[in-house]
C-alpha cells in the first residue's frame, strides 16, 4: 500500500510525475530495460543507490553537503520555507526530493540514501544511523533479511528501509525489544551494564557460550548464538575489528528497565541536597551561547580565514577570538566546534531558506545543545576535546557519551532550580549501574587510541564545570581556594528547559538600534540574516546578548566592495529599523560626487611646447605611442611601451628625451645592407 508522504526510494520515484522520472534518467543516463520484470522506478532506484556522489561527498559542493546533512538529521524530512539554493546540484543528481507542504516545502530524502551517508561532524557515534553506516556487508545483510521476512537481495540497502521504519521509530523499536527472549534481553541488560560496549571474548562470556571460534584477529562469536540473533535485530551492531556496539536509540531503552534499581541508593542523596541550603556567596551566571557563537562566526569572517570540513580550529585563532569576545578560550573552543558542526561557520549559512540560515537565535541556542549532546564534535574524555582537530581515521569514538548522559540525568533529578554540591552529585553517578562498565570501557579505550587514561569522574567533571557553563545550562558557585569538592552547581532555568525538549524561554523584543550606530539583536533574528550583514558590522558586546556596531568605516568598506546602497540598507532593515542618522550616513556614502576613467599608463612625457605635443601626438611614427587624450602640459604613455622605443621613434621627428638628467641614448644597429650591395659583394671587383 503506498503512503500519502513516502520515504522509501522506489515509492518517491514512482510517486513522481512520468516526466520528471524521464527527466532523471536522461540527466544521468541510466539504462531502462522494458524487458525486465520490475517497473522502472525500481530499476531507477536501483541506479541511483550505485552512484558514487554519497559514498564520496566531496564530488559535491560544500553547500550541498551541508544542505544534505541538515536533512538527515531531521531525519530525512526538512521543511523549509523556499527551497535554497543548494538543492539544485542534489535534484539534479536525484538525491533529494522536495514536495510541497501547505504554505512551505519539504525536503525529503530517501532512507536508501540516508543509511549510506557517512557519518559527520556533529553526528552522535553510536547513534542507529551512524552505526548502520559503517556496518559491513554482511551485517547489513542480515538486518534487512531480518525484517523483510525473507533473503535480502542486492542492492541492499533498499531491502534495509523496511528495518529503518522499525529502527528509527521509538515506539516499534519499543515493543520490538519487549518480543526478546529472556536470554537475549539478559545478554543486553550485561552489555548495558558495561557501559553499552563490549568486545567478542566479554560477549560470548555473557552468552555463556562455551564454543570458542578462532580466526586471525580474534575469537569470534557463532552464527547461531545469543550476539547473531541481537545484531540481526540490529540491537547489538559489530564494530571492526572485535566491538560489539549498542546504539544509543536501544540503549536508552535498556537502562530505563534499571531506573528503580538504583531510586532507593539515590533517594538518600536527594534527602541531602534538599534539606540544606547550598548557596554559594558569589556566583558566576552562564550566558546563552547563541549569541556568542554568532559573535564568532562574524569575528571569523572578518579574518578572511576558510576553513575546509573536518579539519580543526588553529589554536592561535580562538586566542585571538576569546580576546575578542571576552570569553574563557576553552568555552570558544566549544562553542567554535559545535558552530561549525551546526553549519553557521559554512558561507551558506547566509541562506535563510534552509538551516542553519533559518535559525532564529533562539532555536540557534538548541541546536547547540543538541549538537554538544550527540558527541560528534566534542569529546571530554581527550585531553584535546575538539574531535575536528583529529584525522578522520584517528576519531575513534570514547565512551564519554555515556557520561554525558548520566551528568544530564542527575542534574534533572537533583538541581531542579536549587543549588547542588558537587560531591552530592560525584557519589550520585557512582551509584549508577553502568559506573563500573564505563572504568573499563575508557580504559580500554584508551590504550587503543594511546591516550592518557581517565575515570567516569574526571569526565563528569569536565562535564559539569566547563561544558554546561558554556552551553549555558549551568550556574558556577565560586571555588573555594584548594577543595574541588566544595564546588557547588545550579542548572539554569534554560537548561531545564532544553532537557525537557523545549525551547528557552527569551525576551520577545525585537532587534534595534540602541545607539545611532549600535544594533542589538533580539531572540527572532534569523541566523541567515545576520551572517549577511557580516561585511557592514563589527563584533561589539558579547553577553547574554549580541551588539553589533554599523560605523560609517564599515558601510565605507562595503560600499567599496562592490555593494550597493540598497542592499546595504535592505540588509540591516531585514533585522531593525534604521535610525534617522544611519540613514543620513548611509546617504552620504552612497552618494556619487563624479566619475572618471582610470588610463593604464607607462609614464609621462613633459612637452611645453603646444607644436611639438601636436607633432609628436599626430605623426605615424609616435601617435600609437600615447594616450589619447592626454593631459595639458605633456603626453601619457602607453603601458606597453618602454623607454627604449619611445626615445627612437621620437628622435626620428627630431625629438629628445630627458630622463633624470641625461639625455636618453638608443644603442646604435647597423643599418641592414641592401640586396644589390649584398649581390655586388659576392662577385668581387670588376675588373
Aim: glycine residues 6%; charged residues 25%; aromatic residues 4%.
Amino acid at each position: 500500500m503506498a503512503h500519502e508522504n513516502p520515504t522509501r526510494l522506489v515509492d518517491i520515484l514512482r510517486a513522481l510525475p512520468p516526466r520528471e522520472l524521464d527527466a532523471i534518467v536522461a540527466r544521468l543516463g541510466l539504462r531502462i530495460d522494458p524487458a525486465k520484470r520490475i517497473d522502472p522506478p525500481s530499476q531507477v532506484a536501483r541506479a541511483l543507490v550505485n552512484l558514487a556522489d554519497l559514498r564520496d561527498p566531496s564530488r559535491l559542493p560544500t553547500a550541498s553537503v551541508e544542505l544534505l546533512h541538515r536533512v538527515a538529521e531531521a531525519r530525512g524530512s526538512l521543511v523549509v520555507p523556499a527551497i535554497p539554493p543548494a538543492i539544485e546540484p542534489l535534484l539534479a543528481r536525484g538525491l533529494l526530493f522536495a514536495r510541497s507542504a501547505e504554505d512551505s516545502i519539504e525536503l525529503v530524502l530517501p532512507t536508501a540514501y540516508l543509511l549510506q551517508l557517512r557519518p559527520w561532524e556533529g553526528e552522535d557515534p553510536r547513534g542507529m544511523r551512524a552505526l548502520l553506516a559503517q556496518a559491513s556487508q554482511d551485517t547489513l545483510t542480515a538486518i534487512a533479511s531480518h525484517y523483510l521476512g525473507r533473503p535480502a537481495t542486492t542492492p541492499v540497502v533498499l531491502c534495509l528501509e523496511q528495518a529503518w521504519d522499525i529502527l528509527s521509530n521509538s515506539e516499534l523499536l519499543t515493543a520490538e525489544i519487549a518480543r526478546l527472549s529472556v536470554t537475549e534481553r539478559r545478554v543486553m541488560e550485561g552489555v548495558e551494564v558495561d557501559g553499552g560496549e563490549v568486545d567478542t571474548e566479554e560477549l560470548l562470556e555473557l552468552e555463556r557460550e562455551p564454543l570458542r571460534l578462532r580466526t586471525a584477529t580474534g575469537a569470534t562469536p557463532s552464527r547461531r548464538g545469543v550476539g547473531f540473533s541481537l545484531e540481526r535485530r540490529g540491537f547489538l551492531i559489530p564494530v571492526h575489528p572485535n566491538r560489539h556496539v549498542i546504539p544509543s536509540a536501544v540503549s536508552a531503552i535498556i537502562g530505563a528497565a534499571h531506573h528503580q534499581e538504583r531510586q532507593a541508593h539515590r533517594e538518600e542523596i536527594r534527602a541531602f541536597v534538599t534539606s540544606g541550603d547550598h548557596a554559594p556567596h558569589r556566583a558566576r551566571f552562564a550566558l546563552d551561547p547563541a549569541p556568542s557563537a554568532l559573535g564568532l562566526s562574524l569575528a571569523a569572517r572578518e579574518q578572511g580565514t576558510e576553513f575546509r570540513a573536518g579539519i580543526g580550529t588553529p589554536k592561535s585563532l580562538v586566542q585571538k577570538l576569546a580576546a575578542r569576545v571576552g570569553r574563557e578560550p576553552a568555552h570558544v573552543a566549544l562553542l567554535v566546534a559545535l558552530s561549525r558542526a551546526v553549519g553557521i561557520w559554512d558561507p551558506s549559512a547566509t541562506n535563510i531558506s534552509a538551516p542553519p540560515g533559518s535559525f532564529t537565535v533562539q532555536e540557534l541556542t538548541r541546536e547547540l545543545f543538541v549538537t554538544w549532546r550527540r558527541g560528534g564534535a566534542w569529546d571530554e574524555a581527550r585531553e584535546e576535546a575538539e574531535v575536528l582537530r583529529l584525522g578522520p581515521e584517528a576519531r575513534d569514538t570514547s565512551p564519554a557519551g555515556v557520561v554525558r548522559e548520566l551528568v544530564l540525568e542527575a542534574l534533572q533529578e537533583l538541581g531542579e532550580g536549587r543549588w547542588l554540591p558537587w560531591s552530592a552529585l560525584e557519589r550520585y553517578l557512582s551509584t549508577d549501574h553502568r559506573a563500573a562498565g564505563l572504568t573499563r570501557l575508557l580504559r580500554r579505550w584508551a590504550e587503543r587510541v594511546g591516550a592518557a587514561p581517565v575515570s567516569p569522574v574526571d569526565i563528569a567533571y569536565r562535564i559539569v564545570h566547563e561544558s554546561l557553563p558554556a552551553l549555558g545550562l549551568v550556574d558556577l558557585g565560586d571555588e573555594p581556594e584548594g577543595d574541588e569538592r566544595s564546588v557547588t552547581l545550579r542548572m539554569t532555568p534554560r537548561g531545564r528547559a532544553l532537557l525537557a525538549g523545549k525551547l528557552p524561554s527569551m525576551d520577545v523584543e525585537p532587534s534595534k538600534f540602541l545607539e545611532a550606530h549600535v544594533l542589538r539583536l533580539g531572540p527572532s533574528a534569523r541566523v541567515g540574516t545576520v551572517l549577511t550583514i557580516a561585511p557592514l558590522v563589527e563584533v561589539g558586546r558579547v553577553a547574554e546578548t549580541l551588539d553589533l556596531i554599523v560605523a560609517p568605516q564599515s558601510l565605507a568598506r562595503a560600499l567599496a566592495a562592490g555593494l550597493e546602497a540598497d542592499v546595504l540598507r535592505a540588509r540591516i532593515e531585514a533585522l531593525a529599523e534604521l535610525p534617522e542618522s544611519l540613514v543620513r550616513t548611509l546617504a552620504q556614502a552612497s552618494v556619487v560626487l563624479a566619475r572618471t576613467t582610470f588610463a593604464a599608463a607607462g609614464g609621462f612625457l613633459w612637452v611645453e611646447d603646444s607644436n611639438v605635443r601636436e607633432l609628436l601626438r599626430t605623426r605615424r611614427p609616435t601617435a600609437e605611442l600615447f594616450v589619447d587624450p592626454s593631459p595639458p602640459g605633456g603626453l601619457l604613455v602607453q603601458a606597453s611601451v618602454d623607454l627604449e622605443r619611445l626615445a627612437r621613434r621620437c628622435r626620428t621627428l627630431g625629438v629628445e628625451i630627458v630622463a633624470e638628467g641625461q639625455v636618453v641614448r638608443i644603442r646604435s644597429v647597423p643599418p641592414p645592407k641592401s640586396p644589390a650591395a649584398t649581390r655586388g659583394g659576392d662577385r668581387g671587383p670588376s675588373s
